[in-house]
């Protein structure tokens, strides 16, 4: 297990890489560019300052979050070729520089969503994200991301960046002709010429899942069970062509049984990276996230951490999704300290798991 942490970069992350360096376990970072609109091509000097920074700081860059899909390539639109031209560009470029694992996803329009970004638990006054469908009520997706956006503190935050929901409007009305089944065929289309590219490249692509995992303002959703992943990763048969399996965004379902899904994938050797985060369930379609530890929750992190152990033992992971604790704001979802204490609870479960190993 290579345990990472996701770091937005100076300009953009209030934590520092050398607080992140001082977190026990963490060899190195997710990383991200968070001020490239989906589309667009990352270049070299902006990829070596950003990997400079985090070698200089005594940590290693492998894994790099949010290359983000161009509406118009999910969309299957003739837009799409100069698109997925770029993001070939891209993946060379990130190539050149060390990376061998790049996460994205298919979601139309929303990466992620939740109704309250600050959601008080009762029982220890922190907060965290929180999902209600019921909040929603008659809400329309404008007025879903005005919320968002005004509860950010300020930061930009994964898949809810500006230029991606200028034209969410047009984008919604586009998206009311196209089937789950379609969504997949123009997948395939962006997979049969990107996935030749890691593999002459040495870069592995990891798909995460739709959050929550299921349909929202009816969209097509086709990434929130282990069928939906078993589809794509056989719309192109290649090792180059995985999961991203985070834990909370599947685990939003509690039909979806993760250590299974984890054991499934990581059988197959198609799990690029983990996401682990815990799941409090609420109700129908009704959560808030959790600490990691397994009482504070419904996902039983030890045998979703055995799950890794015992079958991609030398995967990408890093904790997701952390509360507001001891006063601490920032970045809904991205604070330090829980996620810190993440880090090292999932440490923890894999040393004694590794032992108890090593005694049997």
């Given at each position: 297990?290579k345990?990472?942490?996701?770091?937005?970069g100076?300009?953009?992350?209030?934590?520092?890489l050398?607080?992140?360096?001082?977190i026990?376990?963490?060899?190195?970072?997710?990383?991200?560019?968070?001020?490239?609109?989906?589309?667009?091509?990352?270049?070299?000097?902006e990829?070596?300052?950003y990997?400079?920074?985090?070698?200089?700081?005594?940590?290693a860059?492998?894994v790099?979050?949010?290359?983000n899909v161009?509406?118009?390539?999910?969309?299957?639109?003739?837009s799409?070729?100069?698109?997925?031209?770029?993001?070939?560009?891209?993946?060379?470029?990130?190539?050149?520089f060390?990376?061998?694992?790049?996460?994205?996803?298919?979601?139309p329009?929303?990466?992620?969503?939740?109704?309250?970004?600050?959601?008080?638990i009762?029982?220890?006054?922190?907060?965290?994200?929180?999902f209600?469908e019921?909040?929603l009520?008659?809400?329309?997706p404008?007025?879903?991301v005005?919320?968002?956006?005004?509860?950010?503190?300020?930061?930009?935050l994964?898949g809810?960046?500006p230029?991606?929901l200028?034209?969410l409007?047009?984008?919604?009305?586009?998206?009311?002709?196209i089937?789950p089944?379609?969504?997949?065929?123009?997948y395939k289309?962006?997979?049969?010429?990107?996935?030749?590219?890691?593999?002459?490249c040495?870069?592995?692509?990891?798909?995460?899942?739709?959050d929550p995992?299921?349909?929202?303002?009816?969209?097509?959703?086709?990434?929130?069970?282990?069928e939906?992943?078993?589809?794509?990763?056989?719309?192109?048969?290649s090792?180059?062509n995985?999961v991203?399996?985070c834990?909370?965004?599947?685990?939003?379902n509690?039909?979806?049984?993760?250590?299974?899904?984890?054991?499934y994938?990581?059988?197959?050797?198609?799990?690029?990276?983990?996401?682990?985060?815990?799941?409090?369930?609420?109700?129908?379609?009704?959560?808030?996230?959790?600490?990691?530890?397994?009482?504070?929750?419904?996902l039983?992190?030890?045998?979703?951490?055995?799950a890794?152990?015992?079958?991609?033992?030398?995967?990408?992971?890093?904790?997701d999704h952390?509360?507001?604790?001891?006063?601490?704001?920032g970045?809904p979802?991205?604070?330090?300290?829980?996620?810190?204490?993440?880090?090292?609870?999932?440490?923890?479960?894999?040393?004694?798991?590794e032992?108890?190993?090593?005694r049997?």
């Amino acid at each position: 297990m290579k345990m990472t942490f996701r770091w937005f970069g100076e300009k953009s992350d209030r934590i520092s890489l050398c607080q992140i360096k001082q977190i026990p376990g963490v060899s190195g970072i997710m990383g991200v560019l968070d001020n490239k609109a989906a589309g667009e091509i990352w270049t070299e000097e902006e990829i070596a300052d950003y990997i400079g920074q985090v070698h200089n700081a005594g940590l290693a860059c492998e894994v790099i979050e949010s290359v983000n899909v161009h509406e118009d390539i999910k969309m299957g639109l003739p837009s799409r070729e100069e698109y997925i031209e770029n993001y070939c560009i891209t993946i060379r470029n990130l190539a050149q520089f060390g990376i061998k694992v790049i996460v994205y996803n298919f979601m139309p329009v929303f990466d992620w969503l939740r109704t309250d970004l600050a959601h008080v638990i009762s029982e220890d006054g922190s907060n965290s994200l929180y999902f209600n469908e019921k909040d929603l009520g008659e809400m329309t997706p404008m007025e879903i991301v005005k919320k968002t956006a005004e509860n950010s503190n300020g930061f930009s935050l994964p898949g809810w960046e500006p230029e991606r929901l200028a034209e969410l409007e047009k984008t919604l009305c586009q998206y009311k002709e196209i089937t789950p089944d379609r969504l997949r065929e123009n997948y395939k289309y962006f997979l049969e010429r990107v996935i030749p590219v890691c593999e002459d490249c040495g870069v592995v692509m990891a798909c995460h899942p739709d959050d929550p995992a299921w349909q929202i303002f009816g969209l097509p959703r086709i990434a929130c069970t282990m069928e939906d992943f078993d589809k794509i990763i056989n719309l192109y048969n290649s090792p180059n062509n995985t999961v991203c399996l985070c834990t909370g965004s599947l685990g939003s379902n509690p039909e979806n049984d993760i250590p299974a899904i984890i054991r499934y994938f990581g059988e197959k050797k198609r799990i690029g990276c983990l996401h682990i985060r815990n799941i409090k369930y609420l109700g129908y379609h009704h959560f808030r996230e959790a600490s990691h530890l397994s009482s504070e929750g419904d996902l039983d992190m030890y045998e979703i951490v055995k799950a890794v152990y015992e079958t991609c033992p030398n995967t990408y992971i890093r904790p997701d999704h952390g509360r507001m604790i001891w006063g601490e704001t920032g970045r809904p979802g991205y604070g330090l300290y829980d996620r810190a204490l993440g880090a090292a609870y999932l440490n923890g479960l894999w040393e004694a798991i590794e032992k108890r190993a090593e005694r049997t």
